[in-house]
């Protein structure tokens, strides 16, 4: 009997679709020019995009950038666990606090919240007072002085990075089978002890993966801080292009820096979870340089027994 192989000739057409779509993508981006000002230079100018690439203004800026995705992702990460706890506490106080909490920063942008802190503070409390509550203040503070725009731009983001969390969190708890619970109290485990040993641990895993996509997202979410002044990346390479005219080009100085980092972290994100997913896989998956690895050393074809070959014939003589 010959065996046919099934043909898929609907793949080998979207094949050559996605191989013609991407020729003419690497010779739009690298062999295609224009005529700007009667002088023909390249459609994407990669020569200016390489001259302020890595120009002093856009360093600062990507500092400022990285600066406020990590302390926003601490912060939120933080507020995040002390939230879900508090969503989770028999206490309707305490879940009742953490729900309003989440609804609010959930359902105002994070726009309105940066010009927020960054305008309405000082408006509404032009003096900030640290004392006994309903008694004597003890330290004065002048609100225009205390909230400068980079710390306006990482309380924004902060406050709100932790009612994201905060779900997060909340789901990877609740995933956790509450047998485990049981069996930590039974052994005497305070509550505490119970969360930090037995429960985040194994929800790491739920928790993980959502937690490096906001992280992803942190990192180009912090563009918005521009809005108030601050000098982030997206902010340098605007200012750079408001003298220099080269609006376009900028904007890939920006984009490649950005594509940067998150790939980075994308990177990052794998390991974590690979890390945290032993236990729940018997085999892990292997990594990018196994992959390559494999691909790159030679092995033998181990030939496929046959029927024949596989079960032994014996062959009797007739009486």
């Not at 710390?151 to 990877?172: D, K, P, Q, T």
Request: charged share 10%; proline share 6%.
């Amino acid at each position: 009997m010959t065996i046919v192989p099934v043909r898929h000739p609907w793949r080998w057409v979207a094949s050559v679709v996605i191989l013609v779509l991407l020729a003419m993508l690497v010779n739009s981006l690298l062999f295609s020019h224009v005529v700007r000002g009667g002088v023909r230079e390249g459609r994407f100018q990669w020569g200016v995009v390489g001259h302020y690439l890595f120009v002093a203004p856009v360093l600062r800026g990507i500092t400022v950038t990285l600066e406020l995705t990590v302390i926003a992702m601490v912060a939120g990460v933080l507020i995040g666990i002390l939230l879900a706890v508090m969503r989770l506490s028999p206490s309707r106080l305490l879940s009742g606090a953490a729900w309003v909490y989440i609804w609010f920063f959930r359902g105002t942008p994070v726009l309105v919240q940066l010009f927020f802190w960054y305008l309405g503070i000082a408006y509404l409390y032009q003096h900030l007072t640290l004392g006994v509550p309903f008694g004597p203040a003890l330290l004065t503070f002048n609100s225009n002085t205390l909230i400068t725009t980079f710390v306006a731009g990482a309380l924004g983001l902060s406050f709100n990075e932790g009612a994201y969390m905060a779900e997060i969190v909340r789901a990877g708890i609740i995933s956790v089978d509450e047998g485990q619970s049981e069996a930590a109290a039974s052994l005497g485990m305070s509550k505490r002890q119970m969360l930090r040993r037995i429960i985040l641990p194994q929800a790491m895993r739920v928790i993980i993966p959502p937690t490096g996509n906001e992280t992803i997202s942190m990192l180009k979410t912090t563009s918005l801080v521009s809005t108030i002044a601050v000098v982030d990346l997206f902010q340098a390479t605007q200012s750079i292009a408001s003298t220099t005219y080269q609006v376009v080009p900028l904007l890939m100085v920006a984009s490649l820096w950005y594509l940067f980092f998150t790939s980075i972290m994308t990177i990052g994100q794998y390991y974590v979870e690979r890390y945290y997913a032993r236990g729940s896989a018997r085999q892990l998956p292997p990594t990018p340089l196994q992959r390559l690895r494999q691909a790159l050393r030679r092995q033998p074809a181990v030939p496929v027994p046959t029927l024949a070959s596989a079960v032994p014939i014996h062959h009797e003589g007739v009486m």
